[in-house]
T-cell receptor, first 110, second 114 residues
């Protein structure tokens, strides 16, 4: 079983819909990242959080440390949001390497 | 300023050959990470450097893989006797300091071993 699990694996939405992507992890963490990867491979960090909630534009990330769960929300989704969204954690007590989920492929149709 | 850059962007080689992949981190970033991403999978950790030293190389799959960062800036990932299973996108990331800091990713090098 992977240390970081994401759901759903694939998600198709219509423009304007509210999107939720979930991430569960089984280890103690120091921080959690949400990353965006567009076709062609470039990865961009969206959020890094260790507690609570962060908001940037139409993106919201929340984390519940006790439940070992994080969610990424996209409000008023747009076709340009189509990408793979990856959850990654920094585990406690170890090195600062990221442990990644397999990603959620989001397609937003016009 | 310039982001993380990686060269080459694509590398095609034959089984058994030696390859070098280069990463130029953001200037001043002390931490540098190498990851490998196979098709349809999330990235997997290979090695990370704090300054010139490899602080954690536990992700290197075997002794055919080696990485250096001699001056604490540019890093080179070296793969000897390449195998078809080494085909993947190799990603480099850097961060300003190690503790819980955002990592900035390069565009990756797509390695294809024929």
């Amino acid at each position: 079983k992977n240390e970081v699990e994401q759901s759903p694996q694939n998600l198709t939405a219509q423009e304007g819909e509210f999107i939720t992507i979930n991430c569960s992890y089984s280890v103690g963490i120091s921080a959690l990242h949400w990353l965006q990867q567009h076709p062609g491979g470039g990865i961009v960090s969206l959020f890094m959080l260790s507690s609570g909630k962060k908001k940037h534009g139409r993106l919201i990330a929340t984390i519940n440390i006790q439940e070992k769960h994080s969610s990424l929300h996209i409000t008023a989704s747009h076709p340009r949001d189509s990408a793979v969204y990856i959850c990654a954690v920094i585990t406690q007590g170890g090195s600062e390497k990221l442990v990644f989920g397999k990603g959620t492929k989001l397609t937003v149709n016009p | 300023g310039a982001g993380v850059s990686q060269t080459p962007s694509n590398k095609v080689t034959e089984k058994g050959k030696y390859v070098e992949l280069r990463c130029d981190p953001i200037s001043g970033h002390t931490a540098l990470y190498w990851y490998r991403q196979s098709l349809g999978q999330g990235p997997e950790f290979l090695i990370y450097f704090q300054g010139t030293g490899a602080a954690d190389d536990s992700g290197l799959p075997n002794d055919r893989f080696f990485a250096v960062r001699p001056e604490g800036s540019v890093s080179t990932l070296k793969i000897q006797r390449t195998e078809r299973g080494d085909s993947a996108v190799y990603l480099c990331a850097s961060s300003a300091q190690v503790t819980y800091n955002e990592q900035f990713f390069g565009p990756g090098t797509r390695l294809t071993v024929l």
